[in-house]
């Protein structure tokens, strides 16, 4: 099995600049996470979707975060306008949506904005 | 405001030795509690999980006792490997299935010296 995929892992732009990070789940899992760490404030949770509708989105700090599922193999995060503070590390993570199944992490993209 | 706390940024701990790693949570909703592992440059690994039935899990080396009370739990290693090396998240759950929203804490890093 793949485990979760991600890309770009690296991804440097200016301030201004959209930003999309990409998310692949692994195949049968119907529960999806985005994620962002930081030094200040460890993992936050930004959004889940469970069976590719969003459950909660409190975790996003603002406007300028979207993030989308259009089918169970797909998710994106976008950011626009990125701004300096918005560097971090993003990680998505999935799993079954049943009782005692785990999150499983993909391996992150680390964003540097300018 | 942080309903996951993890007072210690970091640890350093002799090979052979127990590591004890701690955490702290404000929510008295939370009945499922997770420790996951993280290497650099990679996403976070599950490790161990214990419910708020129980007061103790064991997996081999690694022991999560919950002190329901105090609203703490903690994480001991025996004995330490410099393999275990690494960032320790703490999290938790309401509803008993890991798959619901976790809250993480800030993380611990973990250096065992040979």
């Known amino acids: 099995d793949a485990g979760v995929i991600q890309s770009p892992r690296h991804e440097v732009t200016e301030m201004g600049q959209e930003v999309t990070l990409r998310c692949k789940p692994i195949?049968?899992?119907?529960?999806l996470f985005w994620y962002r760490q930081t030094m200040m404030r460890g993992l936050e949770l930004l959004i889940y979707?469970?069976?590719?509708?969003?459950?909660?989105d409190s975790g996003m700090p603002e406007d300028r975060f979207s993030a989308k599922m259009p089918n169970a193999s797909f998710s994106t995060l976008k950011i626009q306008p990125s701004e300096p503070r918005d560097s971090a590390v993003y990680f998505c993570?999935?799993?079954?949506?049943?009782?005692?199944?785990?999150?499983?992490f993909g391996p992150g993209t680390r964003l540097l904005v300018l | 405001d942080q309903q996951v706390k993890q007072n210690s940024p970091s640890l350093s701990v002799q090979e052979g030795r127990i590591s004890i790693l701690n955490c702290d949570y404000t929510n008295s909703m939370f009945d499922y509690f997770l420790w996951y592992k993280k290497y650099p440059a990679e996403g976070p690994t599950f490790l161990i999980s214990i419910s708020s039935i129980k007061d103790k899990n064991e997996d081999g080396r690694f022991t999560v006792f919950l002190n329901k009370s105090a609203k703490h739990l903690s994480l001991h290693i025996v004995p330490s490997q410099p393999g275990d090396s690494a960032v320790y998240f703490c999290?938790?759950?309401?509803?008993?299935?890991?798959?619901?929203?976790?809250?993480f804490g800030t993380g611990t890093l973990l250096a065992v010296q040979p």
């Open positions: 993570a999935s799993s079954r949506r049943s009782a005692g199944e785990t999150q499983y």
């Open positions: 195949s049968g899992h119907n529960s």
């Open positions: 979707f469970n069976n590719n509708v969003p459950i909660d």
């Open positions: 999290a938790a759950s309401e509803g008993g299935g890991a798959t619901n929203k976790l809250i």
